[in-house]
C-alpha cells in the first residue's frame, strides 16, 4: 500500500460512524483457548528459516512488529496466524525510537512536531515527557481534553495513522504499548495539568482516548489491544482498560507482591468482558522453573476463552513442554473475585477436566492434603527454550510423579496436578495413544485436503501430503502406556517421560 497523507487518513476515520461490537467481524480471529494452552510471542526474530518459520505458524497465534516481508512467508504455513503492529499509545518517543511506519521502520515525528497543542505542557510551558532509560516518551493530550482540541487532535491522528499503518504491513490490529498513567515525569516536570504523581488527573483523557479508539477500530474490523501495565496502581481507576478494548496485555502479570489478589481481579474483570488476554512476563533462562511453574500456574486459574500467555527467556522463539500439557476445559466458571478460588488454608485452586492447579500467592511453603476424587499425579517440567534453525526444541520432558496424601506448593508458586495424558505419537491422528489403521483411514480420508493434526497433518504445514505419510508409516504400530499403566508406574516410585513431539 502507498502511503497516504495524514489529512488523507484522519478524513477517513473521522467519517466512520461507531460501530456496535457485535458488527466487529476482522478477517482472522484470536483462537480458541478453553481447552488448551494459547500463546502469543512478542516479536519474532527477522532472520527465521523455513523450518522455524513452519514452527512458528503451527505454535504460536500470533506476534508483534513484523514488516510484509516477514509476516507473509509464516500465513503461507498458516493463514490465521495473527500479527499486530506496534506504537506508543498516548506517549511518543520523539524520533529517538523507531517503529513499522507505511511498511518500513522509521518514525512519523515529522508530521507530530508541529502539532503543539498535542503535547502536555507545565505551567511553564515546557513539553512534559517521561523517562524510559535513555528514552524521552512525550505525555500526549490524548483526547485532546487538556488543550481544548477534542476534533483533530493526538487521538484523531493516531487512530488514522495507526490504521495506514496496519493496512500497509498487513497486520491485524495494534498493539498501544504504554497506554497508561506516566509513571517516570521528572520532578521539574511535574506541575501540570495531570496532577503530582500517580498523575490521576490524567484518567479523563485516557478515557476519551479509549473510547475514541475502541469506536473506530471497531469500525475498521481492527484489533485495539494496549499494554495497560502490571494493574496494581490503586488510584489509577481507568475504566477503559477493560472496557474499550478488543483485548489487552498485562505486562508483569503474576506479580510477588501484596497487590497479587488487586491484580488478578482486575484482570477478571478483563476475563469477564470476554476480552482478549495476553499475560506476559520473563525468565531467567531455560532453568527457571520455580517462575515457569508460577507464571503458567496463574494463567491456568485466571485463563478464559481467549488467553494467551508469553514466558520468555534468551528469545521470543521458543517453546517450553508445558505448554503442550492437556488439562482439558475448566470445569470452575471464571468468578467475578479470585477469592471464590481460595482454600481455608490460603492456597487457591482451580479444576480442568484433567486435574487442577494450586496457587500460592504468599511468602510461606504451604501443603495441600488430597480430598477423595483428586488427582494426585505431580506435574514435573524440564528442558525446552530456543528453537534450531532447523525448527526443533532442545531436549524437554513433563514427568507426572505420584504424591501419597499431599504436595508442597512453594512460598510464590504453583504446582499442577493431573491424571497423566498418553503421549501424541507422531501418527497418531485420533490422539488414542496408537499409531494403526484407524490413523491410516483418517490420513487417507483427508489427503489432500486435510489441514489440522486430527486429519493427518503431522508435520504441520497445515496439508495432508506424502510427507505426512512417512511420518504415519515410520510410526506404524507404536504406542503409549495409558494413564492407569502410568499410575501403576508411579505407585512403583517410576515417573513417565513424556517428550513433546517435534
Not at 114 to 121: G, L, M, N, S
Request: proline residues 5%; hydrophobic residues 40%.
Amino acid at each position: 500500500m502507498s502511503y497516504r497523507p495524514a489529512t488523507y487518513v484522519l478524513a477517513l476515520v473521522a467519517s466512520m460512524a461507531p460501530t456496535a461490537l457485535a458488527d466487529f467481524a476482522p478477517p482472522r480471529t484470536f483462537p480458541d483457548t478453553s481447552n488448551r494452552i494459547g500463546v502469543f510471542v512478542d516479536q519474532l526474530p527477522s532472520g527465521m528459516t523455513a523450518a522455524q518459520q513452519q514452527f512458528a505458524a503451527a505454535h504460536y497465534a500470533g506476534t508483534q512488529k513484523l514488516t510484509t516481508n516477514l509476516i507473509d512467508p509464516i500465513r503461507a504455513y498458516n493463514p490465521d496466524f495473527l500479527m499486530l503492529q506496534y506504537r506508543l499509545g498516548v506517549r511518543d518517543s520523539g524520533d529517538s525510537v523507531t517503529f513499522i511506519h507505511n511498511n518500513t521502520w522509521t518514525s512519523d515525528w515529522g508530521q507530530i512536531n508541529p502539532h503543539e497543542d498535542w503535547f502536555v505542557h507545565d505551567t511553564q510551558g515546557n513539553r512534559v515527557y517521561q523517562t524510559y532509560g535513555a528514552v524521552k516518551e512525550w505525555i500526549m493530550d490524548a483526547a485532546g481534553l487538556i488543550n481544548g482540541n477534542t476534533t483533530n487532535g493526538w487521538k484523531q491522528f493516531w487512530t488514522g495513522a495507526t490504521l495506514a499503518d496496519i493496512a500497509s504491513s498487513h497486520a491485524d490490529g495494534v498493539f498501544a504499548d504504554s497506554t497508561h498513567l506516566p509513571y517516570a515525569i521528572p520532578v521539574n516536570l511535574q506541575d501540570s495539568h495531570m496532577g503530582p504523581p500517580p498523575h490521576t488527573n490524567y484518567i479523563d483523557d485516557l478515557e476519551g482516548f479509549y473510547d475514541y479508539v475502541y469506536q473506530q477500530y471497531t469500525a475498521a474490523n481492527e484489533y485495539f489491544i494496549p499494554n495497560i501495565g502490571n494493574l496494581t496502581t490503586t488510584l489509577d481507576t481507568t475504566n477503559g482498560y477493560y472496557d474499550d478494548v478488543h483485548g489487552a496485555m498485562v505486562e508483569g502479570f503474576a506479580t510477588k507482591t501484596s497487590d497479587w489478589a488487586m491484580q488478578s481481579n482486575r484482570e477478571l474483570r478483563l476475563l469477564n468482558n470476554d476480552k482478549i488476554w495476553i499475560a506476559q512476563n520473563s525468565l531467567s533462562g531455560a532453568g527457571d522453573i520455580a517462575n515457569r511453574k508460577w507464571y503458567l500456574g496463574n494463567y491456568l486459574l485466571l485463563k478464559g476463552r481467549r488467553s494467551y500467555i508469553n514466558m520468555f527467556a534468551d528469545s521470543q522463539l521458543y517453546w517450553w513442554p508445558e505448554y503442550d500439557l492437556n488439562l482439558g476445559p475448566a470445569t470452575d466458571a471464571l468468578p467475578s473475585d479470585i477469592s471464590a478460588y481460595r482454600l481455608a488454608n490460603g492456597l487457591y485452586r482451580r479444576h480442568f477436566q484433567n486435574g487442577y492447579v494450586l496457587v500460592n500467592p504468599t511468602g510461606s511453603d504451604m501443603t495441600y492434603t488430597f480430598i477423595s476424587g483428586d488427582p494426585q499425579c505431580l506435574v514435573g517440567i524440564s528442558g525446552g527454550g530456543d528453537i534450531d534453525a532447523n525448527g526443533n526444541v532442545p531436549a524437554d520432558s513433563v514427568t507426572y510423579t505420584l504424591q501419597t496424601t499431599s504436595v508442597l506448593v512453594p512460598a510464590w508458586g504453583a504446582q499442577i496436578l493431573m491424571i497423566p495424558q498418553p503421549a501424541t505419537l507422531p501418527g497418531d491422528a485420533n490422539r488414542d495413544g496408537a499409531v494403526n489403521f484407524a490413523d491410516y483411514q483418517i490420513l487417507e480420508a483427508n489427503f489432500g485436503t486435510g489441514t489440522t493434526w486430527a486429519q493427518g497433518d503431522f508435520n504441520g504445514d497445515h496439508a495432508v501430503t506424502f510427507a505426512d505419510y512417512q511420518i504415519f508409516e515410520t510410526h506404524f504400530g507404536q504406542h503409549v502406556p495409558e494413564p492407569a499403566t502410568l499410575s501403576l508406574l508411579a505407585l512403583g516410585g517410576l515417573a513417565l517421560i513424556r517428550r513433546r513431539r517435534a
